[in-house]
Protein backbone atom coordinates (compact mmCIF):
# COMPACT_ATOMS: atom_id res chain seq x y z
CA UNK A 1 0.00 0.00 0.00
CA UNK A 2 1.26 3.48 -0.71
CA UNK A 3 2.67 5.63 2.19
CA UNK A 4 0.57 8.61 3.52
CA UNK A 5 2.09 12.08 3.37
CA UNK A 6 4.03 13.04 5.98
CA UNK A 7 3.80 16.58 7.29
CA UNK A 8 7.14 18.13 7.88
CA UNK A 9 9.90 20.37 6.90
CA UNK A 10 11.10 19.82 3.16
CA UNK A 11 14.92 19.24 4.18
CA UNK A 12 13.61 16.46 6.83
CA UNK A 13 10.89 14.92 5.09
CA UNK A 14 13.37 14.86 1.80
CA UNK A 15 15.99 12.78 4.18
CA UNK A 16 13.29 10.72 5.26
CA UNK A 17 12.23 9.82 1.67
CA UNK A 18 16.01 9.15 0.50
CA UNK A 19 16.39 6.51 3.40
CA UNK A 20 12.81 4.88 2.90
CA UNK A 21 14.03 4.42 -0.92
CA UNK A 22 17.59 4.40 -0.27
CA UNK A 23 17.25 0.18 -1.14
CA UNK A 24 16.20 0.77 -4.63
CA UNK A 25 18.87 2.88 -5.74
CA UNK A 26 22.16 1.30 -7.54
CA UNK A 27 23.35 0.09 -10.69
CA UNK A 28 23.38 -3.48 -9.42
CA UNK A 29 19.95 -3.50 -8.90
CA UNK A 30 18.66 -5.23 -12.02
CA UNK A 31 15.32 -5.34 -13.53
CA UNK A 32 13.52 -8.45 -13.26
CA UNK A 33 12.80 -10.63 -16.40
CA UNK A 34 9.70 -9.42 -18.17
CA UNK A 35 6.84 -11.44 -17.84
CA UNK A 36 2.83 -10.45 -19.45
CA UNK A 37 1.69 -8.02 -16.29
CA UNK A 38 0.02 -5.27 -15.75
CA UNK A 39 1.35 -1.68 -16.23
CA UNK A 40 1.21 0.70 -13.76
CA UNK A 41 1.45 4.47 -14.49
CA UNK A 42 2.12 6.84 -11.74
CA UNK A 43 1.94 10.15 -12.28
CA UNK A 44 -0.08 14.00 -11.11
CA UNK A 45 -3.32 12.53 -12.53
CA UNK A 46 -5.17 14.96 -10.60
CA UNK A 47 -2.99 18.12 -11.17
CA UNK A 48 -3.68 20.31 -14.57
CA UNK A 49 -0.03 20.87 -15.73
CA UNK A 50 2.06 19.77 -19.13
CA UNK A 51 3.17 16.53 -16.88
CA UNK A 52 -0.12 15.64 -15.73
CA UNK A 53 -0.98 15.30 -18.71
CA UNK A 54 1.88 13.14 -20.37
CA UNK A 55 0.63 11.27 -17.37
CA UNK A 56 -2.85 10.44 -18.67
CA UNK A 57 -2.06 10.72 -22.14
CA UNK A 58 0.53 7.68 -21.60
CA UNK A 59 -1.88 5.85 -19.56
CA UNK A 60 -4.89 6.27 -22.00
CA UNK A 61 -2.31 5.37 -25.05
CA UNK A 62 -0.54 1.85 -23.56
CA UNK A 63 -4.52 1.35 -22.17
CA UNK A 64 -5.49 2.12 -26.27
CA UNK A 65 -3.08 -0.73 -27.25
CA UNK A 66 -4.00 -2.99 -25.45
CA UNK A 67 -1.96 -2.84 -21.90
CA UNK A 68 -3.51 -3.21 -18.93
CA UNK A 69 -2.71 -0.42 -17.49
CA UNK A 70 -3.59 1.05 -13.77
CA UNK A 71 -3.28 4.73 -12.76
CA UNK A 72 -1.69 6.15 -9.26
CA UNK A 73 -1.80 9.39 -8.75
CA UNK A 74 0.99 10.58 -6.54
CA UNK A 75 -0.04 14.56 -6.41
CA UNK A 76 -0.89 14.69 -2.72
CA UNK A 77 2.37 13.55 -2.17
CA UNK A 78 4.65 15.99 -4.28
CA UNK A 79 2.01 18.38 -4.83
CA UNK A 80 -1.46 18.85 -3.10
CA UNK A 81 -1.68 22.46 -3.68
CA UNK A 82 -2.33 21.12 -6.96
CA UNK A 83 -4.79 19.17 -6.87
CA UNK A 84 -8.08 20.34 -9.34
CA UNK A 85 -9.59 17.48 -10.66
CA UNK A 86 -11.69 14.31 -9.04
CA UNK A 87 -10.97 11.67 -11.24
CA UNK A 88 -11.12 7.58 -10.22
CA UNK A 89 -7.63 6.02 -10.08
CA UNK A 90 -7.20 1.94 -10.09
CA UNK A 91 -5.84 -0.58 -7.44
CA UNK A 92 -2.15 -1.10 -7.83
CA UNK A 93 -0.83 -4.58 -8.39
CA UNK A 94 1.66 -5.87 -6.62
CA UNK A 95 3.52 -6.93 -9.78
CA UNK A 96 4.76 -5.84 -13.49
CA UNK A 97 6.58 -2.82 -14.33
CA UNK A 98 5.57 1.01 -12.58
CA UNK A 99 6.13 4.08 -14.95
CA UNK A 100 6.65 7.24 -13.20
CA UNK A 101 5.70 10.02 -15.39
CA UNK A 102 7.56 12.77 -12.56
CA UNK A 103 10.33 14.40 -13.46
CA UNK A 104 13.63 14.11 -10.73
CA UNK A 105 12.57 16.75 -8.19
CA UNK A 106 9.78 14.73 -7.76
CA UNK A 107 11.52 10.97 -8.12
CA UNK A 108 12.10 11.00 -3.95
CA UNK A 109 8.47 11.97 -2.90
CA UNK A 110 6.70 9.56 -6.19
CA UNK A 111 8.79 6.89 -5.07
CA UNK A 112 8.21 6.62 -1.24
CA UNK A 113 4.78 7.03 -1.74
CA UNK A 114 4.55 3.48 -3.07
CA UNK A 115 7.22 2.39 -0.40
CA UNK A 116 9.94 -0.01 -1.72
CA UNK A 117 8.54 -3.17 -0.33
CA UNK A 118 5.73 -2.46 -2.78
CA UNK A 119 8.75 -1.60 -5.59
CA UNK A 120 11.09 -4.26 -4.87
CA UNK A 121 11.56 -6.61 -7.70
CA UNK A 122 9.54 -4.62 -10.49
CA UNK A 123 10.98 -2.71 -13.35
CA UNK A 124 11.02 0.94 -12.45
CA UNK A 125 11.09 3.33 -15.44
CA UNK A 126 11.42 7.30 -15.41
CA UNK A 127 9.52 9.36 -18.03
CA UNK A 128 11.61 12.39 -18.00
CA UNK A 129 11.75 15.51 -20.39
CA UNK A 130 13.41 19.17 -19.79
CA UNK A 131 12.95 21.93 -21.26
CA UNK A 132 17.16 23.74 -22.30
CA UNK A 133 19.06 21.70 -23.67
CA UNK A 134 21.09 19.89 -21.04
CA UNK A 135 19.36 18.65 -17.97
CA UNK A 136 20.38 19.47 -14.41
CA UNK A 137 23.21 17.98 -12.88
CA UNK A 138 21.60 17.06 -9.82
CA UNK A 139 19.36 14.75 -12.15
CA UNK A 140 21.91 12.46 -12.31
CA UNK A 141 21.74 10.83 -9.12
CA UNK A 142 18.14 10.31 -9.63
CA UNK A 143 18.57 8.05 -12.20
CA UNK A 144 20.02 5.13 -9.93
CA UNK A 145 16.54 4.26 -8.55
CA UNK A 146 15.00 3.25 -12.27
CA UNK A 147 16.07 0.19 -14.80
CA UNK A 148 15.07 2.61 -18.38
CA UNK A 149 14.57 6.61 -18.55
CA UNK A 150 12.35 7.59 -21.36
CA UNK A 151 12.47 10.62 -22.69
CA UNK A 152 9.35 11.88 -25.29
CA UNK A 153 11.33 13.87 -27.83
CA UNK A 154 14.63 14.12 -29.11
CA UNK A 155 15.50 17.13 -27.89
CA UNK A 156 14.55 15.83 -24.25
CA UNK A 157 16.64 12.81 -24.83
CA UNK A 158 19.56 15.25 -25.95
CA UNK A 159 19.37 17.15 -22.71
CA UNK A 160 19.73 13.96 -20.65
CA UNK A 161 22.28 12.83 -22.78
CA UNK A 162 24.47 16.22 -22.40
CA UNK A 163 24.04 15.87 -18.60
CA UNK A 164 25.00 11.95 -19.02
CA UNK A 165 22.02 10.43 -18.38
CA UNK A 166 21.43 7.35 -20.49
CA UNK A 167 17.87 7.62 -21.71
CA UNK A 168 15.59 6.28 -24.80
CA UNK A 169 13.69 8.66 -26.85
CA UNK A 170 9.87 6.91 -26.75
CA UNK A 171 7.40 9.56 -27.40
CA UNK A 172 4.05 9.99 -25.82
CA UNK A 173 1.54 7.80 -27.12
CA UNK A 174 -1.42 10.28 -27.55
CA UNK A 175 -5.04 8.76 -28.14
CA UNK A 176 -7.04 9.85 -30.72
CA UNK A 177 -10.52 10.67 -29.75
CA UNK A 178 -12.67 8.08 -31.34
CA UNK A 179 -15.32 10.65 -31.95
CA UNK A 180 -13.34 12.48 -34.46
CA UNK A 181 -12.84 16.38 -35.02
CA UNK A 182 -15.36 18.81 -33.20
CA UNK A 183 -17.29 20.29 -35.90
CA UNK A 184 -16.41 24.13 -35.16
CA UNK A 185 -18.53 27.30 -34.80
CA UNK A 186 -19.24 29.48 -37.81
CA UNK A 187 -17.91 32.79 -36.60
CA UNK A 188 -16.81 36.38 -38.46
CA UNK A 189 -14.22 36.74 -35.33
CA UNK A 190 -10.92 35.71 -35.83
CA UNK A 191 -9.50 33.89 -32.54
CA UNK A 192 -6.31 33.40 -31.75
CA UNK A 193 -5.40 31.41 -28.53
CA UNK A 194 -2.34 30.80 -26.18
CA UNK A 195 -1.51 28.36 -23.37
CA UNK A 196 0.60 29.29 -20.58
CA UNK A 197 0.77 27.42 -17.07
CA UNK A 198 2.18 29.22 -13.85
CA UNK A 199 3.93 25.73 -13.02
CA UNK A 200 5.62 25.74 -16.19
CA UNK A 201 7.50 29.57 -15.72
CA UNK A 202 5.23 32.70 -17.86
CA UNK A 203 8.97 33.37 -19.20
CA UNK A 204 9.05 30.65 -20.66
CA UNK A 205 5.82 30.08 -21.57
CA UNK A 206 5.29 33.66 -22.89
CA UNK A 207 2.03 35.07 -22.65
CA UNK A 208 3.28 38.68 -22.96
CA UNK A 209 5.04 37.40 -26.32
CA UNK A 210 2.05 36.58 -27.66
CA UNK A 211 0.36 39.31 -26.51
CA UNK A 212 2.50 41.37 -28.28
CA UNK A 213 2.73 39.63 -31.36
CA UNK A 214 -1.09 39.91 -31.95
CA UNK A 215 -1.50 43.73 -31.31
CA UNK A 216 1.28 43.63 -34.04
CA UNK A 217 -0.26 41.86 -36.47
CA UNK A 218 -4.31 43.18 -35.67
CA UNK A 219 -3.63 47.14 -34.36
CA UNK A 220 -7.13 47.96 -34.12
CA UNK A 221 -9.26 45.29 -35.92
CA UNK A 222 -12.14 44.85 -34.22
CA UNK A 223 -13.03 40.99 -35.93
CA UNK A 224 -9.98 39.43 -34.55
CA UNK A 225 -9.17 38.19 -30.69
CA UNK A 226 -6.36 36.35 -28.36
CA UNK A 227 -7.19 34.00 -25.46
CA UNK A 228 -5.05 33.58 -23.01
CA UNK A 229 -5.65 30.62 -21.60
CA UNK A 230 -3.70 30.15 -18.16
CA UNK A 231 -3.56 27.22 -16.02
CA UNK A 232 -2.53 27.39 -11.83
CA UNK A 233 -3.62 31.16 -11.66
CA UNK A 234 -3.85 30.90 -7.73
CA UNK A 235 0.15 29.66 -7.59
CA UNK A 236 1.14 32.73 -9.72
CA UNK A 237 3.92 35.48 -8.52
CA UNK A 238 2.11 38.52 -7.43
CA UNK A 239 3.83 40.47 -9.81
CA UNK A 240 3.74 38.05 -13.03
CA UNK A 241 0.22 37.98 -12.23
CA UNK A 242 0.24 41.81 -12.19
CA UNK A 243 1.76 42.04 -15.12
CA UNK A 244 -0.21 39.64 -17.55
CA UNK A 245 -3.22 41.37 -16.14
CA UNK A 246 -2.91 44.57 -16.98
CA UNK A 247 -1.37 43.34 -20.78
CA UNK A 248 -4.62 41.79 -21.30
CA UNK A 249 -6.95 44.50 -19.67
CA UNK A 250 -5.35 46.92 -22.17
CA UNK A 251 -7.01 45.64 -24.86
CA UNK A 252 -10.36 44.45 -25.14
CA UNK A 253 -9.98 41.79 -27.60
CA UNK A 254 -7.92 39.68 -25.38
CA UNK A 255 -9.38 37.44 -22.87
CA UNK A 256 -7.64 36.10 -19.60
CA UNK A 257 -9.07 32.59 -19.20
CA UNK A 258 -8.47 30.76 -15.81
CA UNK A 259 -11.10 27.95 -16.01
CA UNK A 260 -9.83 24.50 -14.95
CA UNK A 261 -10.14 22.16 -17.89
CA UNK A 262 -10.20 18.52 -18.48
CA UNK A 263 -8.53 17.53 -21.99
CA UNK A 264 -12.43 17.07 -23.73
CA UNK A 265 -12.90 20.55 -22.48
CA UNK A 266 -9.54 21.84 -23.91
CA UNK A 267 -10.41 20.16 -27.45
CA UNK A 268 -14.02 22.11 -27.07
CA UNK A 269 -11.72 25.38 -26.66
CA UNK A 270 -9.59 24.37 -29.40
CA UNK A 271 -12.74 23.91 -31.44
CA UNK A 272 -13.66 27.35 -31.36
CA UNK A 273 -10.40 28.91 -32.13
CA UNK A 274 -8.89 29.31 -35.38
CA UNK A 275 -4.65 29.88 -34.47
CA UNK A 276 -3.01 28.01 -32.01
CA UNK A 277 0.51 30.79 -30.86
CA UNK A 278 3.00 29.49 -28.83
CA UNK A 279 6.05 31.67 -28.56
CA UNK A 280 8.02 29.89 -26.25
CA UNK A 281 11.09 29.95 -25.11
CA UNK A 282 12.24 26.56 -24.52
CA UNK A 283 9.62 23.30 -24.73
CA UNK A 284 10.55 19.82 -23.30
CA UNK A 285 7.70 18.20 -25.72
CA UNK A 286 4.41 20.40 -27.25
CA UNK A 287 1.47 18.78 -26.25
CA UNK A 288 -0.62 21.62 -26.88
CA UNK A 289 0.74 21.93 -30.67
CA UNK A 290 -0.28 18.32 -30.84
CA UNK A 291 -3.38 18.86 -29.17
CA UNK A 292 -3.95 21.82 -31.87
CA UNK A 293 -3.44 20.15 -34.62
CA UNK A 294 -5.55 17.19 -33.77
CA UNK A 295 -8.39 19.56 -33.67
CA UNK A 296 -7.33 21.13 -37.26
CA UNK A 297 -6.29 24.35 -36.07
CA UNK A 298 -3.12 26.51 -37.67
CA UNK A 299 -0.43 26.26 -35.42
CA UNK A 300 2.47 29.27 -35.20
CA UNK A 301 5.40 27.82 -32.69
CA UNK A 302 8.95 28.96 -31.83
CA UNK A 303 11.48 26.87 -33.94
CA UNK A 304 13.94 24.74 -32.03
CA UNK A 305 13.89 22.92 -29.07
CA UNK A 306 11.36 20.00 -28.99
CA UNK A 307 8.41 21.43 -31.55
CA UNK A 308 10.92 21.60 -34.23
CA UNK A 309 9.57 17.55 -34.92
CA UNK A 310 6.16 19.25 -36.13
CA UNK A 311 7.60 21.79 -38.08
CA UNK A 312 6.64 19.92 -41.63
CA UNK A 313 3.30 18.90 -40.83
CA UNK A 314 0.15 20.66 -42.36
CA UNK A 315 -0.79 24.09 -41.02
CA UNK A 316 2.23 24.37 -38.74
CA UNK A 317 4.17 27.72 -38.59
CA UNK A 318 7.65 28.04 -37.18
CA UNK A 319 8.59 31.12 -35.57
CA UNK A 320 12.76 32.13 -35.74
CA UNK A 321 14.53 32.39 -32.85
CA UNK A 322 17.82 34.17 -31.18
CA UNK A 323 19.08 32.22 -28.45
CA UNK A 324 19.51 34.26 -25.15
CA UNK A 325 20.27 33.09 -21.77
CA UNK A 326 18.00 32.21 -19.37
CA UNK A 327 16.52 34.79 -16.95
CA UNK A 328 14.49 32.73 -14.90
CA UNK A 329 14.42 31.65 -11.30
CA UNK A 330 13.45 27.74 -12.32
CA UNK A 331 15.75 27.54 -14.87
CA UNK A 332 19.00 28.74 -14.40
CA UNK A 333 22.29 28.96 -16.12
CA UNK A 334 20.21 27.93 -19.28
CA UNK A 335 20.01 29.25 -22.72
CA UNK A 336 16.61 29.39 -24.46
CA UNK A 337 15.27 31.13 -27.37
CA UNK A 338 14.07 34.42 -28.01
CA UNK A 339 11.24 34.32 -30.87
CA UNK A 340 10.71 37.11 -33.47
CA UNK A 341 7.55 38.80 -33.04
CA UNK A 342 7.54 40.35 -36.54
CA UNK A 343 7.51 37.34 -38.20
CA UNK A 344 5.24 36.06 -35.63
CA UNK A 345 2.58 38.92 -36.24
CA UNK A 346 3.13 37.61 -40.11
CA UNK A 347 2.21 34.41 -39.87
CA UNK A 348 -0.58 35.37 -37.59
CA UNK A 349 -1.75 37.79 -40.55
CA UNK A 350 -1.41 35.17 -43.32
CA UNK A 351 -3.79 33.02 -41.04
CA UNK A 352 -6.25 35.41 -41.01
CA UNK A 353 -6.01 35.96 -44.76
CA UNK A 354 -6.89 32.24 -45.05
CA UNK A 355 -9.84 32.90 -42.39
CA UNK A 356 -11.32 35.52 -44.23
CA UNK A 357 -11.40 33.52 -47.60
CA UNK A 358 -12.51 29.95 -46.58
CA UNK A 359 -13.99 30.61 -42.84
CA UNK A 360 -13.24 27.64 -40.47
CA UNK A 361 -12.92 25.26 -43.07
CA UNK A 362 -14.29 21.44 -41.93
CA UNK A 363 -12.51 20.10 -44.88
CA UNK A 364 -9.04 21.90 -44.38
CA UNK A 365 -9.30 20.88 -40.50
CA UNK A 366 -9.89 17.00 -41.27
CA UNK A 367 -6.98 17.44 -43.13
CA UNK A 368 -4.75 18.88 -40.64
CA UNK A 369 -5.84 16.60 -37.88
CA UNK A 370 -5.26 13.54 -40.14
CA UNK A 371 -1.77 14.44 -40.59
CA UNK A 372 -1.34 14.92 -37.17
CA UNK A 373 -3.21 11.52 -36.17
CA UNK A 374 -0.51 9.83 -38.32
CA UNK A 375 2.36 11.40 -36.84
CA UNK A 376 1.22 10.50 -33.16
CA UNK A 377 -0.96 7.83 -32.94
CA UNK A 378 -0.33 4.60 -30.41
CA UNK A 379 -0.59 2.64 -33.46
CA UNK A 380 2.49 4.24 -35.26
CA UNK A 381 4.02 4.52 -31.74
CA UNK A 382 3.81 0.61 -31.18
CA UNK A 383 4.87 -0.13 -34.40
CA UNK A 384 7.99 1.91 -34.29
CA UNK A 385 8.23 1.79 -30.18
CA UNK A 386 7.48 -1.75 -29.43
CA UNK A 387 10.79 -3.10 -28.94
CA UNK A 388 11.84 -0.38 -26.65
CA UNK A 389 8.94 -1.06 -24.68
CA UNK A 390 9.38 -4.90 -24.80
CA UNK A 391 13.00 -4.38 -23.57
CA UNK A 392 11.69 -1.68 -20.72
CA UNK A 393 8.98 -4.57 -19.46
CA UNK A 394 6.34 -4.26 -21.04
CA UNK A 395 4.51 -7.52 -21.74
CA UNK A 396 0.84 -7.21 -22.33
CA UNK A 397 -1.96 -9.42 -20.55
CA UNK A 398 -3.31 -11.97 -22.79
CA UNK A 399 -6.74 -11.86 -22.36
CA UNK A 400 -8.82 -15.84 -21.67
Known amino acids: MPLAPIPMKSAVKRAWQRRAVAPLRGKANDAPAAVPAPVTVAGLFSAVTGLAQAARMTADGLESLGYDVRRVDVTAAIAPQLQKLNERFDAEPETGPVIFVVNPPETLAALAFFGQSALKGRTRIGYWVYELDIAPRDWTSQADYFHHIWAPSPHAAGALKNAKIKAHMVPYPIPIWPNGLIAPEPSDIFTVISFADTQSSLRRKNPLGSIAAFTRAFPGQDDAALIIKLSNADRAMPANMAALEAACDADPRITLNTDVLTRENVAVLLSRCDVFLSLHRAEG ?60 AKAL ?34 RYYGPILRQSGLVKVQSA
Not at 337 to 343: F, G, S, V
Open 285 to 344: YGLLVIEAMLQGLDTVFTTGSSTQVFGKLKAAHMVSASPCRSDDRLYKNGAWLDPDLDEA
Open 349 to 382: RASYARFKSRGRDAALRADIRRAASETVSPQRFE
